[in-house]
Structures are given as C-alpha cells and as structure tokens.
C-alpha cells in the first residue's frame, strides 16, 4: 500500500492497528474513529537525514465512513489540496480522503520536512492506493446558494443525540437564513422506523403534520422540519421560519430521483 519515494528510505511498521488497540496510539481520539467503523491502520516512515515523513492510513467499512472522519477533522480555513477526492494541508502536515481511507501525511523528524516533499509524498501514496475519485452522492443533493463553505458532514452515528438517527448527512446554511439541513438514506421501512421512534419520545402535540411534512417540537433540537421521499428522509432545524424550511427541503427533494 505504501509507495517507493526517490532520494527517501522507507520503514514499513509491522504493528497493525485495528478497533481493539487503536487507543494506544491515538488515545483520546479513538473513540470518534470507532463511531465511523474504523477497520485498520497502516503506517510508513520516510527518511531523509534528519527529516521524516510519516504516513497513516485509516481504513473505515465505507466510502461514507472515511468522509465523516475525514470531515471531522477537516477545518474550514485550511487550505485545500488537489490529492484523493478531496484534502487539506496546514502546517506540516496534509490530509486526504481516498476511497474508503482517510490518510494522514506529516512531518516528523528532527528537521520539518519541506511542504512539497510532504504533497509529494501524499500524491505518491494517494496513486499507490488507485481510489475511485468524488464525494457521497449525497452531499450533490444540498444546494450551493448559502451554504457555509466546507459546512457539510456526515454523521454515522447518535444524530442530534439520538442512537436511531444515523446516517445522516448534514450541512449549515447563511442564507436565505441560519439553518441546518440534513439527508438520511436508509431502505423506506428502516426510515419509518426511525422516525417511529423519533416521535414515542416526543410528547403527542409536540408533532404535528402538515401537506406531508412532519413539524416536530423537540426539546433539546428545537424545531425540527421532515419530509420523507422514499429512501430519503431531508430535515432541517435551527430555524422557526416554517414557510421558509419546507420551501428550503422541497429544494433537496426536487433533486432526488
């Protein structure tokens, strides 16, 4: 998995990280690579006199997997690279999602490794790993217009605090108001189930319908907006501009085929 560099020796760890022992390299985060279905991870150094080049790879379950994590720590005001479906560099150190692996890059030798010798590392690894190109179809169903730049995200796991929602992928909005919206695929009667779910713990005249949208009153998210369209539940909260939210989500379900 690890490519030859020119001019650069490699060491190859013979340690596999896997969900069992992840937290005696990366403590304190491990939990959060566990909630995106973390698999395993591989790691190389690159030598080079007193320069090293250290190299991560994270492999999650799914191409869904590595772009939540990936998003996770993905900072809106770094810059962004040209290297897998999307990256970000800052101080020595580049990262990028591949496929279903979210790769680390950095400098970690006595001498700070120059920024292009580390992007060239990470075009090199990102070749050697041959990963289809692009996004989550899903992210393609949110409407540019307002949207906060890099806002979007994926959650696996416990949205909005609940262990039913998952799958959900998100992103926040400016215009034409300060809202989050939100898309879950899973099969019709999964979906029905969860928002079954959603509703027992919700108070009966905290729901209500309307022209086939759910509006609910919830305690801990505020208002939240629903639409179900076959294998896709959209949602948006953090407003209570109703007209506004409904026009907002049919924008999301005109998009859906």
Same mark, same amino acid.
């Given at each position: 998995?690890?490519?030859?560099?020119?001019?650069?020796?490699?060491?190859? +760890?013979?340690?596999?990280?896997?969900?069992?022992?992840?937290?005696?390299?990366?403590?304190?985060?491990?939990?959060?690579?566990?909630?995106?279905?973390?698999? +395993?991870?591989?790691?190389?150094?690159?030598?080079?006199?007193?320069?090293?080049?250290?190299?991560?790879?994270?492999?999650?379950?799914?191409?869904?997997?590595?772009?939540?994590?990936?998003?996770?720590?993905?900072?809106?005001?770094?810059? *962004?690279?040209?290297?897998?479906?999307?990256?970000?560099?800052?101080?020595?150190?580049?990262?990028?999602?591949?496929?279903?692996?979210?790769?680390?890059?950095?400098?970690?030798?006595?001498?700070?490794?120059? @920024?292009?010798?580390?992007?060239?590392?990470?075009? $090199?690894?990102?070749?050697? $790993?041959? %990963?289809?190109?692009?996004?989550?179809? @899903?992210?393609?169903?949110?409407?540019?217009?307002?949207?906060?730049?890099?806002?979007?995200?994926?959650?696996?796991?416990?949205? $909005?605090?609940?262990?039913?929602?998952?799958?959900?992928?998100?992103?926040?909005?400016?215009?034409?108001?300060?809202? %989050?919206?939100?898309?879950?695929?899973?099969?019709?009667? @999964?979906?029905?189930?969860?928002?079954? %779910?959603?509703? *027992?713990?919700?108070?009966?005249?905290?729901?209500? %319908?309307?022209?086939?949208?759910?509006?609910?009153? +919830?305690?801990?998210?505020?208002?939240?907006? $629903?639409?179900?369209?076959?294998?896709?539940?959209?949602?948006?909260?953090?407003?209570?501009?109703? @007209?506004?939210?409904?026009?907002?989500?049919?924008?999301?379900?005109?998009?859906?085929?």
């Amino acid at each position: 998995m690890f490519p030859e560099v020119q001019g650069w020796k490699m060491k190859v +760890d013979e340690r596999v990280y896997n969900s069992g022992n992840l937290w005696e390299l990366i403590n304190g985060a491990a939990d959060i690579f566990l909630s995106y279905y973390f698999q +395993d991870l591989h790691i190389a150094e690159y030598t080079k006199k007193d320069q090293m080049i250290r190299v991560e790879l994270y492999r999650h379950k799914t191409f869904e997997d590595a772009y939540g994590i990936y998003t996770a720590e993905r900072m809106p005001d770094y810059p *962004q690279v040209s290297i897998g479906s999307q990256g970000y560099k800052s101080q020595g150190v580049l990262n990028f999602m591949a496929g279903n692996y979210y790769v680390k890059v950095m400098s970690a030798g006595v001498a700070e490794a120059d @920024e292009k010798s580390i992007e060239s590392v990470a075009g $090199l690894v990102d070749a050697k $790993l041959a %990963q289809p190109k692009g996004l989550p179809a @899903e992210v393609q169903l949110f409407p540019a217009e307002g949207k906060l730049l890099l806002s979007d995200n994926y959650i696996a796991q416990n949205f $909005l605090g609940y262990s039913f929602f998952r799958n959900a992928f998100s992103a926040r909005y400016e215009k034409p108001m300060d809202c %989050q919206l939100f898309v879950i695929r899973l099969e019709p009667a @999964e979906l029905q189930k969860m928002l079954d %779910q959603y509703f *027992q713990m919700m108070k009966e005249d905290k729901v209500k %319908q309307k022209d086939g949208y759910y509006i609910v009153n +919830d305690l801990f998210n505020g208002t939240v907006f $629903l639409k179900q369209k076959e294998s896709y539940l959209v949602g948006l909260l953090n407003t209570v501009n109703e @007209e506004a939210a409904l026009a907002f989500i049919q924008q999301v379900l005109a998009k859906i085929k």
